[in-house]
């Protein structure tokens, strides 16, 4: 099987991969913002707008007040009276019009300050989900998940906006809810919310207990029971709702799956029944181009394989909100190129400024950004990613093994893809249910288990057969340790796959606790494919167990002897290396006609805290060790790569991105929600406003520190004319020259390589070992590379 084999078919929904979204229409949405969009807002000038962008669909958000909240039914909010007509019927006109799909969005279950009337009609009843009545209106409050009546609104309120209005689906901004909801404590003691200890009562005939406690198991139950029923029961409940409505409606959810946590805590395997798609709302920032990336490849998971969204937020630095001001262009560019690259559905966010005008600069940076695109688009559409390795996410070991801490483990997956991408080795995610299933493991030419101590007898199972049949396999540090259930168990249940045994509690590391080599301990590797041309000794955190290898295995790496009272302070970290322990670190060797390493310590965990690039040589040499890519990218860690290819089309396409450009390093200082972002500051002071919408303006002492950092640390700064205080991020991006690529005939045999922008043909070369080689001259944001077969 090639690479091309694997490519899955593009499901059938509306809205497809390389649809370029656009969401306009966040405002109006708060009271005080309300009058001047209602006055002024023109639909026929927005959406010709969006159509000239190239964007194929519109999202509207019809906020909460569009349709005024009534007790006994839906009215017209007051402010549209201001509107001459009704305002959506006009927007969905238009989108027909030009031609321009159109979505309509809003917030399922937040709370805002024209609710309060409606909340005080059944005040009794709210007020035992320990609900906050002066905080409506604040940003984020969510009324409960269980609360019936609120549920009977929403349905009415989709049924009503379905029946009214000529759409093509919804986006709804959540639901935003966590199993801690019912955790905060009642004077008396007794959980908070009566409404979801009672329904639990009713479902299970138990109890919520009293705290939330990761090592009970009537807590795990629980948390189990709010996962599938409360928060994927939403889900399912509102699609079913819309379902029955309009059979064709397009769906999607704001992050119910994220990284580090997640609006539900939750990941939703066979989510592909529950919606169409899955968005999130991300900017590059601080959290450089990890972040997206992790959520488009684990939402798609997720999904089954259809196609996530992406939202480029993108804020000015002084603003610190996403709807106003000129976001920078570099910053749309590799965002909205990763997002193509990762063939999920691009949006961008909102060019209205409060006034329910475009905005001028923000339009000006979509509209050029929609010109660059538009005209490659062919290139994105009915794609999917081509994933080499499937690193698995294992929501068990999160919760079971890492409790309360989930990053105990999640630096392990996320340290393993972080490796992956700074490496330009492509990947994608395997959930729990995935895990089971072999042919979905075949998909991939290697599976990486980062720490997967939780699994089950079917997972281990499936991945024997999967590495036994040919399939490769890179483990570390605890992996299948532990049953499903976080039982520790006499030995690992993939023993026989990663070539060793366990052997109880390390006598060398207990002896270390309180030291730094505790922390930090010498491994010496030793001669072997994997090691040529790396340094013979390498650094990590030993693991709390001792390994003895299978006879069938070559030992790669042992613990080295350390003089034990070495000398933190000293050049090499104190490390001062007197021998050889001969215990192992790392095995390498073959299972059936498959491959594998395993590493002991958790080799990727470590790596988000060090950042040791040896040790990213050391994992990128195992990974070409137990299968070399199809594709293989010389190229610095900072370039993102891709591989996508398009139904029914006879190519692939190389995606680079360079997120290397320098207000990064200032949007990470000034970003959302750290430290010097003046609503962040604010809130802290108490002067925020009720929402998070901020007008474009920024205070005194706030722009005075935002001015000084800038002054400082930023080496030019531009201003934009559409506010007092409005400073305006720069596009400065560092090109790269001589990226390498070298591709394998066999799996993609092309008679030309060419460059998606310009057309032309790249010259080709070939390398010693029998690879195409192709050196891309220059990298400046993005460039797409086409292998025609
Ligand atoms: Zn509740």
Redesign the pocket.
């Known amino acids: 099987m090639t690479l091309v084999d694997q490519i899955v078919a593009t499901p059938d929904v509306a809205i497809k991969p390389g649809t370029h979204l656009i969401r306009v229409g966040y405002y109006p949405k708060w009271r005080d913002h309300q009058r001047d969009p209602y006055l002024n807002i023109d639909p026929d000038q927005i959406v010709r707008q969006a159509r000239d962008m190239g964007a194929t669909v519109l999202e509207w958000a019809v906020p909460e007040n569009h349709v005024f909240i009534e007790w006994d039914g839906v009215l017209p909010h007051p402010a549209q009276s201001l509107y001459d007509g009704d305002l959506l019927a006009d927007v969905s006109r238009a989108c027909r019009q030009y031609g321009v799909k159109l979505l309509l969005c809003w917030a399922t279950n937040a709370i805002h300050e024209d609710m309060a009337d409606w909340l005080r009609r059944d005040w009794a009843t709210i007020q035992t989900?320990g609900f906050d009545l002066g905080k409506i209106g604040t940003y984020h409050r969510h009324i409960?998940?269980?609360?019936q009546r609120h549920r009977q609104w929403v349905a009415g309120y989709v049924c009503e906006l379905a029946q009214r209005y000529d759409i093509d689906g919804f986006i709804f901004d959540g639901p935003w809810f966590q199993h801690h909801?019912?955790w905060p404590r009642n004077a008396d003691g007794s959980v908070a919310?009566r409404?979801?200890c009672d329904a639990y009562k009713q479902a299970t005939g138990r109890d919520v207990p009293l705290k939330l406690d990761w090592s009970s198991r009537d807590c795990l139950d629980y948390i189990d029971y709010f996962k599938s029923e409360v928060y994927r029961g939403y889900i399912r409940w509102l699609t079913g709702v819309v379902r029955r409505k309009h059979p064709h409606l397009y769906i999607s959810y704001n992050s119910p799956i994220y990284i580090w946590g997640g609006w539900g805590d939750s990941c939703t395997p066979d989510a592909a029944d529950l919606a169409d798609s899955f968005y999130v709302e991300m900017h590059l920032a601080g959290r450089e181009e990890l972040q997206p990336v992790l959520q488009l490849k684990l939402n798609r998971a997720a999904l089954g394989g259809k196609p996530p969204e992406m939202y480029c937020k993108t804020f000015d630095l002084a603003v610190a909100n996403f709807a106003y001001s000129r976001p920078p262009l570099c910053e749309v560019r590799a965002l909205g190129y990763i997002t193509l690259s990762e063939a999920a559905i691009i949006g961008i966010h909102s060019s209205m400024d409060e006034n329910g005008r475009a905005h001028p600069e923000r339009s000006s940076v979509y509209a050029e950004f929609g010109a660059e695109i538009s005209p490659k688009m062919p290139y994105y559409v009915d794609a999917a990613p081509v994933e080499f390795a499937g690193i698995h996410f294992s929501e068990r070991t999160r919760d079971l093994y890492a409790g309360e801490n989930p990053s105990q483990y999640l630096v392990s997956p996320v340290g393993m893809a972080q490796l992956f991408a700074e490496s330009q080795k492509t990947y994608g995610f395997v959930l729990d249910d995935n895990l089971e299933d072999l042919s979905r493991l075949g998909r991939h030419k290697m599976i990486v288990l980062a720490n997967s101590a939780c699994m089950s007898m079917e997972q281990a199972q499936a991945v024997r057969e999967y590495v036994s049949g040919g399939g490769c396999l890179l483990a570390t540090g605890e992996t299948s340790l532990f049953d499903e259930n976080d039982n520790l168990q006499r030995d690992f249940l993939l023993a026989d796959v990663l070539g060793v045994r366990f052997n109880g509690p390390s006598s060398e590391r207990l002896k270390h606790r309180g030291s730094p080599l505790h922390d930090r301990y010498p491994f010496l590797l030793k001669s072997h494919e994997i090691s040529e041309g790396l340094q013979d000794r390498m650094i990590s955190r030993r693991p709390w167990f001792e390994i003895e290898a299978n006879a069938d295995r070559e030992i790669l790496a042992t613990w080295a002897q350390v003089r034990e009272e070495t000398d933190f302070g000293c050049v090499n970290g104190g490390l001062e290396i007197i021998g050889d322990s001969q215990l192992p670190a790392i095995v390498a060797g073959r299972f059936g006609k498959g491959k594998v390493v395993y590493c002991a310590c958790d080799i990727s965990g470590q790596y988000m805290f060090e950042m040791n690039r040896h040790i990213r040589m050391l994992v990128r040499q195992a990974a070409r060790w137990l299968s070399r890519d199809a594709v293989e990218v010389a190229a610095p860690k900072h370039v993102h790569f891709a591989i996508t290819a398009q139904t029914g089309q006879s190519r692939v396409v190389l995606h680079f991105v360079n997120v290397l450009f320098n207000n990064k390093s200032a949007n990470e200082v000034l970003g959302h929600g750290f430290p010097y972002d003046p609503a962040a500051y604010r809130k802290r002071e108490g002067t925020a406003d009720p929402c998070c919408s901020q007008p474009g303006r920024t205070d005194g002492l706030a722009a005075e520190c935002i001015r000084q950092y800038r002054a400082k640390h930023v080496r030019k700064e531009s201003y934009c004319p559409t506010g007092a205080d409005q400073l305006s991020a720069y596009d400065e991006v560092i090109p790269l020259h001589g990226i390498k690529v070298s591709i394998d005939p066999r799996a993609y045999a092309f008679s030309r390589a060419f460059d998606i922008d310009t057309g032309k043909t790249l010259a080709c070369g070939v390398t010693d070992d029998g690879r195409r080689e192709i050196v891309l001259d220059e990298l400046q944001v993005y460039r797409g590379i086409v292998l025609q077969m």
């Open positions: 989900t409960c998940p269980n609360y909801h019912v919310c409404i979801c």
